[in-house]
């Protein structure tokens, strides 16, 4: 399974496929039932994912967005990018034997022609409530971009534009 991830452009075009198919079945899942087609799709995926990503069934996967590397193998669960620790040999402090996720997602997003520019993009913190559910149904029925109540979702925080001489802390 190492040459698949190590040939992220075959796992891209892969997903694109799969996830056409999944949201062009989303009606259907409503008719049966979100939670009954989640029980359904919850083992298969999890199997799958799990020999392919060492997937930790986190219920909203980013893998397209991180060079098809799944960020919470990191030992400290990391989603949005290296800890800082990563050592120079480009391997991770807390398993030094081990190559930094983060390092391996940049490289390997590299080699994505439509989502590898989302290695960029700040991931929304993940939502333990959807920890062990389908990643897949999560997606169709918009469960991964809910954000549970007293979070800030990233679509409300401002973004400052560049350019502009902001006022600074004394």
């Not at 056409?20 to 083992?43: A, T």
């Not at 219920?59 to 919470?72: A, I, Y």
């Not at 800890?83 to 991770?92: I, K, P, T, Y």
Request: glycine fraction near 10%.
């Amino acid at each position: 399974m190492r040459w698949l991830q190590n040939h992220p452009k075959t796992l891209e075009s892969m997903y694109g496929s799969t996830k056409w198919l999944i949201k062009k079945m989303g009606p259907m899942f409503e008719k049966i039932g979100n939670e009954k087609v989640d029980r359904w799709f919850r083992k298969p995926e999890e199997w799958s994912k799990q020999a392919m990503f060492d997937c930790q069934m986190c219920g909203q996967c980013v893998l397209h967005s991180t060079g098809m590397t799944c960020p919470m193998t990191c030992p400290k669960n990391l989603r949005n990018g290296p800890c800082g620790g990563v050592r120079q040999n480009g391997h991770c402090e807390v398993k030094p034997d081990m190559k930094c996720i983060w390092v391996e997602a940049f490289e390997r997003s590299t080699q994505m022609g439509t989502w590898g520019a989302d290695m960029m993009m700040i991931q929304p913190p993940v939502n333990r409530q959807l920890e062990g559910s389908s990643a897949w149904v999560n997606m169709v029925t918009g469960a991964d971009q809910d954000v549970p109540t007293g979070w800030i979702g990233l679509n409300t925080i401002t973004v400052l534009p560049k350019g502009i001489d902001y006022p600074t802390a004394k």
